[in-house]
T-cell receptor, first 113, second 116 residues
Framework: KQEVTQIPAALSVPEGENLVLNCSFT??????LQWFRQDPGKGLTSLLL?????REQTSGRLNASLDKSSGRSTLYIAASQPGDSATYLC????????????FGQGTELSVKP | DAGVTQSPTHLIKTRGQQVTLRCSPK?????VSWYQQALGQGPQFIFQ???????QRGNFPDRFSGHQFPNYSSELNVNALLLGDSALYLC???FGWGLAGYNEQFFGPGTRLTVL
């Protein structure tokens, strides 16, 4: 059974810092991995999608990497801003389990001015 | 181009009642998935619809049922509500089914259900 874990559960950093959020999964037979942002009480905004054949994806100040063999993904946020404060969720899609996403519990990020 | 829309935004029900939540997928998408997110947790997969059929189901009781219409919109029905059903219900849409359709999922804003 696939399990997705995100550490830390919460993170507080001063504005301007570069930071890394971690996501690990127990079964490496994933089809892709997706990072989401969720503001309090809101829906999920897709940030980056990495296919299993890819090593990383970049969008603006965000860079996500994937190491299937070790069951890990990282989300790197450069020059953090207070507007980056939100909960970040990673989710994996298994190749043999249809279209469902299996989520981690998220990392709550707070960027202080 | 409208994204995924959900209605209503908030809903308050009492134990034992029934509720229907609605979702319209992003333009061009034909697959709809439903997730339940309890406070402080990651979303949990309920089920997925494609071509008006339930294609996959998560570990949820039969009290949770759904439907997909010819225009690809979908409904989530929950019968005999329990206090534990209080959560944010998220709808996600994508295009296609099967390996060729393992594309990015886009989420709606959610419906906050409170069961008293």
């Amino acid at each position: 059974k696939q399990e997705v874990t995100q550490i830390p559960a919460a993170l507080s950093v001063p504005e301007g810092e570069n930071l890394v959020l971690n996501c690990s999964f127990t079964d490496s037979a994933i089809y892709n991995l997706q990072w989401f942002r969720q503001d309090p009480g809101k829906g999920l905004t897709s940030l980056l999608l990495i296919q299993s054949s890819q090593r990383e994806q970049t969008s603006g100040r965000l860079n996500a990497s994937l190491d299937k063999s070790s069951g890990r993904s990282t989300l790197y946020i450069a020059a953090s801003q207070p507007g980056d404060s939100a909960t970040y969720l990673c989710a994996v899609r298994m190749g043999n389990q249809g279209g469902k996403l299996i989520f981690g519990q998220g990392t709550e990020l707070s960027v202080k001015p | 181009d409208a994204g995924v829309t959900q209605s209503p935004t908030h809903l308050i029900k009492t134990r034992g009642q029934q509720v229907t939540l609605r979702c319209s997928p992003k333009s061009g998408h034909d697959t709809v998935s439903w997730y339940q997110q309890a406070l402080g947790q990651g979303p949990q997969f309920i089920f997925q619809y494609y071509e008006e059929e339930e294609r996959q189901r998560g570990n949820f009781p039969d009290r949770f049922s759904g439907h997909q219409f010819p225009n690809y919109s979908s409904e989530l029905n929950v019968n005999a509500l329990l206090l534990g059903d209080s959560a944010l219900y998220l709808c996600a849409s994508s295009f296609g089914w099967g390996l060729a359709g393992y594309n990015e999922q886009f989420f709606g804003p959610g419906t906050r259900l409170t069961v008293l």
